[in-house]
Nanobody
Framework: QVQLVESGGGLVQAGGSLRLSCAAS????????MGWFRQAPGKEREFVAS????????YYADSVKGRFTISRDNEKNTVYLQMNSLKPEDTAVYYC???????????????????WGQGTQVTVSS
């Protein structure tokens, strides 16, 4: 079992920045591919960014490329999502997901993660 706890969400004006964190516990964090996903009201959960075990491979959804940066610190068992130039359409609950036997490319599918955090709300005002 892996326990994931997101933090760092909040209310921010358009153009602002937030940094989300996802702290993992329970198993060897470096064994897990990690992803960030989000779900806006009335919409399905969607992929945002993913990172391989070593951090060497990273993928982003087109909607966040150039604005968001995913990173991980395997010593701290934490994955981060730096979000800059936020837009109102970025408003959503943000979740981190984890799976060990996969790749950063495959975890983009929301059906892939075995473990999910509880989510953190991000609200961007216009």
């Amino acid at each position: 079992q892996v326990q994931l706890v997101e933090s760092g969400g909040g209310l921010v004006q358009a153009g602002g920045s937030l940094r989300l964190s996802c702290a993992a516990s329970g198993r060897t964090f470096s064994n897990y591919v990690m992803g960030w996903f989000r779900q806006a009201p009335g919409k399905e959960r969607e992929f945002v960014a993913s990172i391989s075990r070593s951090g060497g491979l990273i993928y982003y959804a087109d909607s966040v490329k150039g604005r968001f940066t995913i990173s991980r610190d395997n010593e701290k068992n934490t994955v981060y999502l730096q979000m800059n130039s936020l837009k109102p359409e970025d408003t959503a609950v943000y979740y981190c997901g984890a799976k060990s036997l996969t790749t950063a490319q495959l975890i983009r599918d929301i059906r892939v993660p075995d473990y999910w955090g509880q989510g953190t709300q991000v609200t961007v005002s216009s």
